[in-house]
């Protein structure tokens, strides 16, 4: 079992930056394949980035969004600079039992509780 605590969520004015963090436990980190997910009020989670073998993201965020990860620190950080009024949601992070890239939410085997995420105008 793996559980995942996501941290560095809060309120920020438009064209700011955020550093969320993801901490897992277990010793299998590095084989695991992580994604960023989002739930804004009233809309359907969406997928925001991932990475496995490889990274991907959603076309709403590239180039402002970059994820990253700490295997020896069993951690993965999602940057988000220029952060925007639709940026607005709860973030999510979520683990695979395995190394492959997916914008599939379904696909995730463990989920964190979230972090909320405020861009005021």
């Known amino acids: 079992q793996v559980q995942l605590v996501e941290s560095g969520g809060g309120l920020v004015q438009v064209g700011g930056s955020l550093r969320l963090s993801c901490s897992a436990s277990g010793r299998t980190f590095s084989s695991k394949g992580m994604g960023w997910f989002r739930r804004a009020p009233g809309k359907d989670r969406e997928f925001v980035a991932a990475i496995g073998w490889s990274d991907d993201y959603a076309a709403s965020v590239k180039g402002r969004f970059t994820i990253s990860r700490d295997n020896a620190k069993n951690t993965v950080s999602l940057q988000m600079n220029s952060l925007k009024p639709e940026d607005t949601a709860v973030y999510y992070c979520?683990?695979?039992?395995?190394?492959?890239?997916?914008?599939?939410?379904?696909?995730?085997?463990?989920w964190g509780q979230g972090t909320q995420v405020t861009v005021s105008a």
């Open positions: 979520a683990a695979l039992n395995n190394m492959r890239t997916t914008r599939v939410a379904n696909m995730y085997d463990y």
